[in-house]
């Protein structure tokens, strides 16, 4: 057999064995799931799991009353934007720092921050806190999905296509109080009063702290945009990031028709660009997975070395059964979120690299369009993830200058 042929045949085997191993994978997941299972690295607040039943969800007495308090507020006509403010004002911790004290996770997010970093709740968190079935008692699964075996980005898909399971856990929220709270929510769903489309809605990020930018009007009916974190909790927090929906609208519709225009004259040139860029990009995001697998190994193995202590101390007695029994299910879920961890990270790390099949994703998608004159919803979420918008500043000539940072569909930054 001649050499290429051989490389043709193990190319092809190890493909093979990539997309079955992908098949059983999604066969063993969707039987836990059908099963009611709760299976993720990082537990809803309200929940905790079940020191008693592997994979169940049980209410957490000690944070309940923050869901509870939520659906409450937005039960009486409470606003997401406006339940942050109240959240912040009481003092009520944030899901992520209580995830940092019960199990460590990501708590190295708040090691030698103000204290009020523990309060800032943020909209989206509220939001997804309300629309999730999870407080029902259900479980809903695939939401997203990946391209393919071969590649680590994710797509939404529509709802017909989701798996749900109810009544797998207790709620804490009944049916009455969910309903009246969806209500408000959808009502909220409308164009704004100036009847324009809300055309960048989803895509645009604050450059410094990653929160949403919102629409707003000024006294003249101008649309603008600002940073939600300063919104909601003051230039303590970050800055205004004020940008007029004109100045944004012209940039992106620039470099989108820089993009076509780039695309039509040479399309080669362009891949091998995107390639170039893509690869850079990588090698950045490779240097952090394997940075943070090396932690999560590291404290792996510390959290295996703390169960054989724990079990020594109990056997010698310098331990009691109740204090044996709480470490142990505060250990036992770190380890759970950790082996995830370790998993999602080296998955990342050994896929097949699929850059020549997003680049040439990319530019089929822009090429669809024969010119660009003008910017939709539809086109923008086709073509574009997300537009960094940095906070202005002063060139040299005193004139203000706005860094944007587009990341595009499959290809990421690449201006």
């Not at 066969?27 to 799991?49: C, L, Q, S, T």
């Not at 609208?249 to 076509?260: E, I, P, S």
Request: aromatic share 10%; glycine share 4%.
């Amino acid at each position: 057999m001649h050499c290429c042929d051989v490389i043709l045949y193990v190319r092809l085997t190890n493909e093979w064995q990539a997309k079955e191993t992908s098949r059983k994978v999604k066969n063993a997941m969707r039987a836990k799931f059908k099963n009611g299972e709760y299976i993720a690295p990082v537990v809803p607040i309200g929940y905790k799991i079940s020191p008693a039943e592997k994979n169940r969800l049980v209410v957490d007495e000690e944070t309940k009353w923050i869901v509870e308090k939520i659906f409450a507020l937005a039960a009486h006509g409470y606003g997401a934007n406006k339940i942050c403010r109240t959240l912040a004002a009481e003092k009520v911790p944030i899901p992520a720092w209580w995830a940092s004290q019960k199990n460590g996770y990501k708590a190295n997010i708040f090691e030698g921050q103000p204290e009020g970093k523990k309060y800032l709740w943020n909209i989206v968190t509220v939001s997804k806190i309300l629309q999730n079935e999870i407080y029902l008692g259900n479980t809903v699964h695939y939401q997203i999905q990946k391209l393919s075996y071969k590649s680590k980005k994710n797509i939404k898909r529509p709802k017909e296509d989701w798996m749900r399971i109810e009544n797998t856990h207790e709620p804490l929220v009944d049916r009455e109080t969910w309903d009246l709270v969806q209500g408000h929510i959808n009502s909220r769903k409308r164009s704004r009063k100036d009847d324009e489309p809300q055309i960048f809605a989803g895509l645009l990020k604050c450059g410094e702290c990653g929160w949403s930018l919102s629409a707003a009007n000024t006294k003249n009916k101008s649309r603008y945009y600002r940073c939600t974190q300063y919104s909601a909790h003051g230039k303590e927090a970050c800055s205004l990031h004020f940008i007029t929906y004109n100045l944004l609208y012209a940039f992106v519709l620039g470099r989108l028709q820089y993009w076509l225009m780039a695309v039509k004259e040479n399309e080669d040139a362009i891949l091998e660009r995107l390639l170039q860029s893509s690869k850079k990009q990588r090698k950045s995001e490779n240097a952090r997975d394997e940075k943070e697998l090396k932690k999560a190994q590291k404290r792996r193995q510390e959290l295996n070395n703390l169960f054989a202590k724990m079990y020594e101390d109990r056997v010698k007695g310098l331990l009691d059964e109740e204090n044996y029994s709480m470490l142990s299910v505060k250990y036992r879920t770190e380890q759970q979120q950790l082996d995830e961890t370790i998993k999602t990270v080296s998955a990342r790390l050994e896929d097949a690299k699929a850059e020549t099949d997003d680049a040439k994703r990319w530019v089929d998608l822009i090429q669809k369009y024969s010119a660009i004159d003008e910017l939709t919803a539809p086109l923008l979420n086709e073509l574009i993830e997300k537009i960094a918008v940095h906070q202005w500043r002063k060139d040299e000539n005193g004139k203000k200058v706005w860094d944007i940072e587009i990341y595009y569909r499959f290809v990421g930054k690449i201006d």
